[in-house]
């Protein structure tokens, strides 16, 4: 029972589903009820406090966040931070490659890893174990550690100062990731549908694509999200990489408000170019909120 | 399996009518028709993996035992490419107590954060259990929020919250009778310093593991519960015995990719400190990076870093089995 | 917790050692490729210049170099600009590579040496007559720029840095004359602290605690030094009585007057300083400009900025100044090598190095009256060019920088987390086994 809650990430998703409806026959038990609502207001206020400082903070002029009591409201609100950075063509550009880094990642990792997914979740044969072992021991590896190599490796095919050697990069977590996470989704799916289907005239790869592909919508999306923010949030690679400013990412751009003589000191600033870069990341979670939780408890890796 | 939103396709599915019509063998999944297929749908994930993980790693290896150089020059002209010198680096990494320094405290981090992550997280899966349905969605709100911030952007955000000038947790410290806060430097010494970078890790780990625990208690069956509670078992007993025992798979998992996580934190630390972070600050990610890429002693990085996969590769051992065993199951 | 600290400093000297004691020896003898020389076949072509975001202070030069450049080689400028802030390490990745390696790259003065005795940048000698002003360039500059006989680098801007104060600060607190001693500066900030008590943020003088140029100014004054070489060996000497005094007199700057630097550097104090809670820095006296730009700082400060010479520990006389400034250099791999040097021919020729000179030192002495005539700040910083210290020459002096010790050790002390002796000797033998090292 449990390993099956673990090994297939839509169960979660399903007594969800069933958990909402039992939800109020639990709820109603006891006044104490709403002593934890007061709890989980509470906690979502100090858990959203930041992010509500940091959109504040980006709305206000550098008199009013040099003063010694802050404000809880902006008094003298401005969009002079984010008129700032949206007009400067460095931070477009980065925010395009950001885009295109991760977009790339995501799908390649996705179309990749579903055809890896399908080899462990439907086939047994030989050198599976080691296919499996595989992909779990990448999955675990550090990026981080391997910085150098990369950098070293990627140079000889003029790859460094590139974006498609970042993307390849990032292949590193978010192709693993996917095969063994959509691996669980496919496994989900009964056996006899495709048997069914072939049998119906089908051939294998129009079972694939009729009806394991759109069986696994879900888990691609799932999927897809948790790689969108691991390879988004990526900073040392591409900050070790990258060299021209017109190449480099936001986590890269970020940076600069710690470092340079120019930008120090602007807390608007770097608040409003922070609000920025969350801001894609957050979009995506609204739209595909619902499908999110299931990719949570799978194979869920590194963040 | 069947979650909303894809119920659609299997009415749809065309076999429906016509299976069971045609007298058949029944074929196998897997079976040796398809002895080429699982093959050639593993081959662009194998050649990926090969290219640009396991290349690497060849090659950190070569790297690791390979001699440092002191000047720049091999760097430049050799592409870093120096003479044979066997374990030389790893003896003198090891050897050097400021590695020991930097394991330990590592070792603290790790286990401070993952503990409060995870009691955190189970403390919040449990709230989310006993709200109303709108408070519920309130807390889930705002951690989904959480989840989505970027740990540079989260760094930056309790950095500025930190400020030791203007920023406001001073501000608010100081309000309370008896405490002067004005002007405190958090980062002056390095254990208040990490005490707000765990601040920080712990904010980005909890929505994760707050959701995926909330998820898997509503998977322990109510009447087990209401069972424990004829019998009499107090709140604490009824979760020891009936409830612990359904999470302790998930547990497992969320612990060791916890452990993993926060042994390699790095973005949190690094933009706090802005970009150099002091020895007082380096945990093994970060020593990694300082000495390897900060310095340009490319050798001896990458022998800190195939010693800090060794030991993340020995924490997953746990991970790995539960995972293969998993798979197996099915 | 101290004693932990001091452990931690100590083991990484030791981890310092170790590196020395397996490096190779022998040093790699630079310079493979011959000359090049100046090229105007740029005809669309782009050049890339790496140049730090201080340039972004001389704006209208840089624009007129790149007009006068593209007019007389039909190449683009792609100009990138860069942080100090682990400034080497992106140095390091650039030359280490062969994919987005720039036509011309500025260093500061203390980098060059690792660089050029690697090999990494192009040998200039030939064309040294084509540069303007060569044989009159500032020594401070023109030392950093040779290697072996060989000219690898063309100078660039020198600085120097003084304090800057505010004079409407300064005189509401009732100061009228600059002070003419150290001691006589701490009775003025005094002054000046007292009339703020009631500002939390105020510091009288911003003195970031990661401030190496100046607590080494400090040092110097006191006649201490970073290292000294004989043989051909280094011993660093922060730890003599001499340089402990200056670290003494220094770190009281940087606790008494100081709010809010303690653990960063001061890359940004032109920023804190626009913000209005500090009445004086330590910088280059361009830094005025970035206080009062209305971009990044406060234009309403225009007018009441100045500067005077850090005063000594003996009355009557100023600290020598540490002779700052910038290098520029093609790098042996770029492939615009020609126009490259073209470039920086144009931006250090006479007329940009005049126009240079209404906000830096010129890279020259032919010029350096021209600065002068500028405003009376720029007095005040020619006079302080003229008694200035250098860091150690050693090639691997930029690794010492990498490496942040001298960082480290003043955070340990303004922070109180080491005392002055047990910070220096710690840093003494980082420095030591980093500037010994061989190969």
Redesign the interface.
């Given at each position: 029972m449990?390993?099956t809650?673990?090994?297939?990430p839509?169960?979660?998703?399903?007594?969800?589903?069933t958990?909402?409806k039992?939800?109020?026959r639990?709820?109603r038990r006891g006044r104490s009820?709403w002593g934890?609502?007061t709890?989980?207001?509470a906690?979502?206020v100090i858990?959203?406090l930041?992010?509500y400082?940091?959109i504040i903070?980006a709305f206000m002029t550098g008199a009013d966040?040099?003063?010694?009591?802050?404000q809880f409201v902006p008094m003298h609100p401005t969009l002079r931070a984010f008129r700032e950075i949206l007009s400067d063509p460095v931070f477009r550009q980065n925010l395009l490659n950001t885009l295109i880094i991760t977009l790339s990642a995501v799908v390649i990792s996705l179309?990749?890893?579903f055809?890896?997914a399908?080899?462990?979740?439907?086939?047994?044969?030989a050198?599976?174990?080691v296919?499996?072992?595989?992909?779990?021991?990448?999955q675990?590896?550090?990026l981080?550690?391997?910085?150098?190599?990369?950098s070293?490796?990627l140079?000889?095919f003029h790859l460094k100062n590139s974006l498609i050697g970042v993307i390849?990069?990032y292949?590193?977590f978010s192709?693993?990731y996917t095969?063994?996470t959509l691996?669980a989704f496919i496994?989900?799916?009964?056996?006899e549908?495709?048997?069914?289907?072939?049998?119906?005239g089908?051939t294998?790869w129009q079972t694939f694509y009729?009806?394991i592909l759109?069986?696994t919508?879900?888990g691609l999306i799932a999927t897809g999200v948790y790689c969108w923010?691991l390879a988004?949030?990526e900073?040392?690679v591409a900050n070790?990489l990258l060299l021209d400013n017109n190449k480099q990412t936001l986590?890269v751009y970020?940076?600069q408000?710690?470092?340079s003589s120019t930008h120090g000191a602007d807390?608007g600033g770097?608040?409003a170019a922070?609000t920025l870069?969350?801001l894609p990341?957050?979009v995506?979670?609204i739209v595909f909120?619902?499908r999110?939780?299931?990719g949570?408890?799978s194979?869920?890796?590194?963040? | 399996?069947?979650?909303?939103?894809?119920a659609p396709?299997?009415a749809q599915?065309?076999?429906?009518p016509?299976?069971g019509n045609?007298p058949?063998r029944r074929?196998r999944?897997?079976g040796y028709r398809?002895?080429g297929?699982?093959?050639l749908?593993?081959v662009?994930?194998?050649a990926?993996?090969l290219?640009?993980?396991g290349?690497?790693?060849v090659?950190?290896i070569l790297?690791s035992l390979s001699?440092?150089?002191?000047?720049?020059?091999?760097?430049?002209?050799n592409?870093?490419t120096t003479p044979f010198?066997g374990f030389?680096n790893f003896a003198?990494v090891l050897?050097?107590?400021?590695?020991w320094?930097v394991v330990f405290r590592t070792i603290v981090f790790t286990a401070v954060n993952v503990g409060l992550s995870l009691l955190l997280g189970i403390g919040?899966a449990l709230?989310?259990?006993?709200?109303?349905?709108w408070?519920?969605l309130?807390?889930t709100?705002?951690?989904?929020?959480?989840?989505?911030?970027?740990?540079?952007?989260?760094s930056?955000?309790?950095?500025?919250?930190f400020?030791?000038?203007?920023?406001?947790v001073n501000?608010l410290l100081d309000k309370l009778p008896g405490v002067n806060m004005?002007?405190h430097?958090w980062?002056?010494?390095p254990?208040q310093g990490f005490g707000v970078i765990t601040l920080v890790v712990v904010?980005?780990?909890?929505p994760?593991l707050a959701?995926?625990l909330h998820?898997?208690l509503?998977?322990v069956p109510?009447e087990l519960l209401d069972a424990a509670r004829v019998d009499g078992a107090s709140s604490w007993q009824a979760f020891r015995s009936v409830t612990l025992p359904?999470l302790?798979?998930?547990l497992v998992?969320l612990t060791t990719?916890s452990i993993?996580?926060d042994f390699?934190v790095?973005?949190q630390i690094?933009?706090m400190r802005?970009?150099?972070p002091?020895?007082?600050y380096q945990t093994i990610?970060v020593y990694?990076?300082?000495e390897?890429?900060?310095?340009?002693?490319?050798n001896?990085?990458?022998t800190i870093?195939?010693l800090?996969?060794v030991c993340?590769?020995a924490m997953?051992a746990v991970?790995?089995r539960q995972?293969?065993?998993?798979?197996d199951?099915? | 917790?101290k004693r932990k600290?001091i452990?931690?400093?100590v083991?990484?000297a030791?981890?310092a050692l170790?590196?020395?004691a397996?490096?190779?020896s022998g040093?790699?003898s630079?310079s493979?490729s011959g000359g090049i020389s100046l090229s105007t076949d740029g005809a669309g072509k782009t050049i890339t210049v790496w140049l730090q975001g201080d340039a972004k202070g001389w704006q209208d030069v840089v624009d007129e170099t790149n007009q006068r450049f593209e007019q007389a080689t039909g190449a683009k400028v792609n100009i990138e600009w860069q942080n100090w802030?682990?400034y080497?390490?992106k140095l390091?990745?650039m030359?280490?590579g062969s994919t987005g390696i720039p036509d011309v790259v500025e260093f500061g003065n203390t980098q060059t040496a690792?660089?050029m005795?690697?090999?990494?940048l192009a040998d200039l000698t030939s064309l040294k007559s084509k540069f303007d002003n060569s044989s009159a360039w500032m020594q401070g500059l023109a030392d950093t720029a040779n290697y072996n006989g060989k000219l690898y680098a063309i100078p660039y801007y020198g600085g120097v840095r003084t304090v800057i104060y505010r004079k409407d600060l300064w005189s509401a607190a009732g100061i009228t004359t600059p002070p003419t001693s150290l001691a006589q500066l701490y009775s003025d900030l005094d002054k000046l602290k007292a009339a703020h008590a009631g500002d939390?943020?105020f510091s009288a003088f911003y003195m970031p605690g990661q401030y190496w140029y100046a607590a080494m100014t400090f040092v110097h004054d006191a006649g201490g030094t970073i290292a000294t070489e004989k043989d051909g060996k280094w011993t660093a000497q922060l730890e003599s009585s001499q340089a402990q005094q200056g670290l003494e007199n220094w770190k009281k700057l940087a606790t008494d007057y100081s709010?809010?630097g303690?653990?960063?550097?001061e890359a940004n104090q032109d920023a804190v300083m626009a913000k209005g809670?500090v009445a004086t820095i330590f910088g280059s006296g361009w830094e005025m400009g970035v206080v009062a730009d209305p971009k990044t700082g406060d234009p309403k400060l225009k007018d009441q900025l100045a500067t005077f010479a850090m005063p000594s520990q003996t009355d009557g006389k100023y600290m020598p100044s540490f002779f700052g400034g910038s290098d520029l250099a093609v790098p042996a791999k770029s492939s615009n090598a020609g126009l490259g040097a073209e470039w920086i021919q144009i931006f250090t020729d006479n007329k940009s190095q005049t126009q240079l000179a209404k906000y830096a030192i010129p890279n020259n002495t032919n010029l350096l009256s021209a600065y002068k005539a500028q405003s009376a700040a720029n007095v005040v910083t020619g006079q302080a060019a003229e008694n200035t210290w250098v860091t150690p020459t050693s090639?691997?002096w930029a690794?010492v920088e990498?490496?942040?010790v001298l960082?480290?050790m003043l955070?340990d002390i303004v922070?109180?987390?080491s005392s002055i002796a047990d910070a220096t000797k710690a840093a003494d033998q980082k420095i030591d086994s980093t500037l010994n090292?061989?190969?």
């Amino acid at each position: 029972m449990s390993a099956t809650t673990l090994g297939a990430p839509a169960a979660v998703t399903d007594t969800e589903g069933t958990d909402t409806k039992q939800r109020p026959r639990r709820a109603r038990r006891g006044r104490s009820v709403w002593g934890w609502n007061t709890l989980a207001v509470a906690l979502s206020v100090i858990f959203g406090l930041p992010i509500y400082w940091m959109i504040i903070t980006a709305f206000m002029t550098g008199a009013d966040l040099s003063k010694t009591t802050p404000q809880f409201v902006p008094m003298h609100p401005t969009l002079r931070a984010f008129r700032e950075i949206l007009s400067d063509p460095v931070f477009r550009q980065n925010l395009l490659n950001t885009l295109i880094i991760t977009l790339s990642a995501v799908v390649i990792s996705l179309v990749v890893g579903f055809f890896g997914a399908l080899a462990i979740a439907r086939f047994r044969f030989a050198g599976r174990k080691v296919f499996v072992l595989t992909i779990l021991v990448v999955q675990m590896i550090p990026l981080l550690a391997l910085t150098i190599p990369l950098s070293l490796l990627l140079d000889q095919f003029h790859l460094k100062n590139s974006l498609i050697g970042v993307i390849l990069s990032y292949l590193i977590f978010s192709m693993p990731y996917t095969v063994w996470t959509l691996r669980a989704f496919i496994a989900g799916i009964p056996k006899e549908l495709d048997e069914a289907a072939m049998v119906d005239g089908c051939t294998r790869w129009q079972t694939f694509y009729k009806v394991i592909l759109p069986l696994t919508g879900p888990g691609l999306i799932a999927t897809g999200v948790y790689c969108w923010i691991l390879a988004w949030n990526e900073f040392v690679v591409a900050n070790t990489l990258l060299l021209d400013n017109n190449k480099q990412t936001l986590m890269v751009y970020l940076l600069q408000f710690q470092t340079s003589s120019t930008h120090g000191a602007d807390y608007g600033g770097m608040m409003a170019a922070a609000t920025l870069t969350s801001l894609p990341v957050v979009v995506l979670f609204i739209v595909f909120q619902r499908r999110i939780s299931a990719g949570l408890t799978s194979g869920a890796v590194k963040g | 399996m069947t979650a909303a939103g894809h119920a659609p396709p299997v009415a749809q599915d065309p076999t429906e009518p016509s299976s069971g019509n045609r007298p058949r063998r029944r074929r196998r999944v897997g079976g040796y028709r398809a002895a080429g297929l699982p093959y050639l749908l593993i081959v662009p994930a194998t050649a990926i993996v090969l290219a640009v993980a396991g290349w690497p790693l060849v090659k950190i290896i070569l790297l690791s035992l390979s001699k440092q150089e002191s000047g720049k020059y091999a760097l430049f002209h050799n592409r870093g490419t120096t003479p044979f010198t066997g374990f030389h680096n790893f003896a003198n990494v090891l050897g050097d107590s400021t590695f020991w320094t930097v394991v330990f405290r590592t070792i603290v981090f790790t286990a401070v954060n993952v503990g409060l992550s995870l009691l955190l997280g189970i403390g919040i899966a449990l709230l989310l259990n006993r709200v109303s349905n709108w408070a519920r969605l309130l807390l889930t709100g705002v951690l989904l929020f959480v989840w989505a911030v970027p740990t540079t952007v989260s760094s930056q955000v309790f950095y500025w919250l930190f400020n030791n000038q203007f920023g406001l947790v001073n501000w608010l410290l100081d309000k309370l009778p008896g405490v002067n806060m004005r002007g405190h430097d958090w980062f002056a010494d390095p254990i208040q310093g990490f005490g707000v970078i765990t601040l920080v890790v712990v904010w980005g780990a909890l929505p994760l593991l707050a959701i995926s625990l909330h998820a898997g208690l509503t998977q322990v069956p109510g009447e087990l519960l209401d069972a424990a509670r004829v019998d009499g078992a107090s709140s604490w007993q009824a979760f020891r015995s009936v409830t612990l025992p359904h999470l302790r798979p998930l547990l497992v998992i969320l612990t060791t990719l916890s452990i993993i996580w926060d042994f390699g934190v790095f973005n949190q630390i690094f933009f706090m400190r802005n970009g150099h972070p002091e020895p007082g600050y380096q945990t093994i990610g970060v020593y990694m990076y300082a000495e390897g890429v900060g310095s340009s002693h490319y050798n001896l990085g990458s022998t800190i870093a195939v010693l800090m996969m060794v030991c993340v590769f020995a924490m997953m051992a746990v991970y790995i089995r539960q995972l293969i065993r998993m798979g197996d199951a099915e | 917790m101290k004693r932990k600290a001091i452990g931690a400093l100590v083991a990484a000297a030791a981890m310092a050692l170790s590196l020395a004691a397996c490096s190779s020896s022998g040093g790699n003898s630079s310079s493979k490729s011959g000359g090049i020389s100046l090229s105007t076949d740029g005809a669309g072509k782009t050049i890339t210049v790496w140049l730090q975001g201080d340039a972004k202070g001389w704006q209208d030069v840089v624009d007129e170099t790149n007009q006068r450049f593209e007019q007389a080689t039909g190449a683009k400028v792609n100009i990138e600009w860069q942080n100090w802030t682990n400034y080497t390490t992106k140095l390091d990745s650039m030359f280490s590579g062969s994919t987005g390696i720039p036509d011309v790259v500025e260093f500061g003065n203390t980098q060059t040496a690792s660089y050029m005795a690697a090999g990494a940048l192009a040998d200039l000698t030939s064309l040294k007559s084509k540069f303007d002003n060569s044989s009159a360039w500032m020594q401070g500059l023109a030392d950093t720029a040779n290697y072996n006989g060989k000219l690898y680098a063309i100078p660039y801007y020198g600085g120097v840095r003084t304090v800057i104060y505010r004079k409407d600060l300064w005189s509401a607190a009732g100061i009228t004359t600059p002070p003419t001693s150290l001691a006589q500066l701490y009775s003025d900030l005094d002054k000046l602290k007292a009339a703020h008590a009631g500002d939390s943020s105020f510091s009288a003088f911003y003195m970031p605690g990661q401030y190496w140029y100046a607590a080494m100014t400090f040092v110097h004054d006191a006649g201490g030094t970073i290292a000294t070489e004989k043989d051909g060996k280094w011993t660093a000497q922060l730890e003599s009585s001499q340089a402990q005094q200056g670290l003494e007199n220094w770190k009281k700057l940087a606790t008494d007057y100081s709010v809010g630097g303690a653990t960063t550097n001061e890359a940004n104090q032109d920023a804190v300083m626009a913000k209005g809670h500090v009445a004086t820095i330590f910088g280059s006296g361009w830094e005025m400009g970035v206080v009062a730009d209305p971009k990044t700082g406060d234009p309403k400060l225009k007018d009441q900025l100045a500067t005077f010479a850090m005063p000594s520990q003996t009355d009557g006389k100023y600290m020598p100044s540490f002779f700052g400034g910038s290098d520029l250099a093609v790098p042996a791999k770029s492939s615009n090598a020609g126009l490259g040097a073209e470039w920086i021919q144009i931006f250090t020729d006479n007329k940009s190095q005049t126009q240079l000179a209404k906000y830096a030192i010129p890279n020259n002495t032919n010029l350096l009256s021209a600065y002068k005539a500028q405003s009376a700040a720029n007095v005040v910083t020619g006079q302080a060019a003229e008694n200035t210290w250098v860091t150690p020459t050693s090639p691997n002096w930029a690794n010492v920088e990498s490496a942040s010790v001298l960082q480290n050790m003043l955070q340990d002390i303004v922070t109180g987390k080491s005392s002055i002796a047990d910070a220096t000797k710690a840093a003494d033998q980082k420095i030591d086994s980093t500037l010994n090292a061989t190969g």
